[in-house]
Nanobody, 127 residues
């Protein structure tokens, strides 16, 4: 059974930082697949945040987080991270990691590129 578990969420003031982690367990083939972070705010649709290729050599970011968030991974630890800086109240959402179907797909921003999802971790940014 493949599982992806997020951690690191919490309450932070605007301008602050958080580091999210997502760790895979089971037969995940983690080191061969792209990983993504998505978020869903209350009463809004889930949206793409960031993605990273299997090797870490390629990344992609939503315009809204570019320059503030950094995605990276440690394949030896089966873990992907999302470093979030200069947080804004608009960043408040449940953040979920997702495991891709390939090493780096044609459209890493599309949910269709991902097979498995974590349960999510809440990030709340106060003004």
């Amino acid at each position: 059974q493949v599982q992806y578990v997020e951690s690191g969420g919490g309450l932070v003031q605007a301008g602050g930082s958080l580091r999210l982690s997502c760790t895979a367990s089971g037969r995940s083939f983690f080191g061969t697949i792209q990983m993504g972070w998505f978020r869903q705010a209350p009463e809004k649709e889930r949206e793409f945040v960031a993605a990273i290729s299997w090797s870490g050599s390629s990344t992609d970011y939503a315009d809204s987080v570019k320059g503030r968030f950094t995605i990276n991974r440690n394949n030896a630890k089966n873990t992907v991270y999302l470093e979030m800086n200069s947080l804004k109240p608009d960043d408040t959402a449940v953040y979920s990691c997702a495991a891709g179907r390939t090493g780096w797909g044609l459209d890493p921003r599309s949910e269709a590129e991902y097979d498995y999802w974590g349960q999510g971790t809440q990030v709340t940014v106060s003004s």
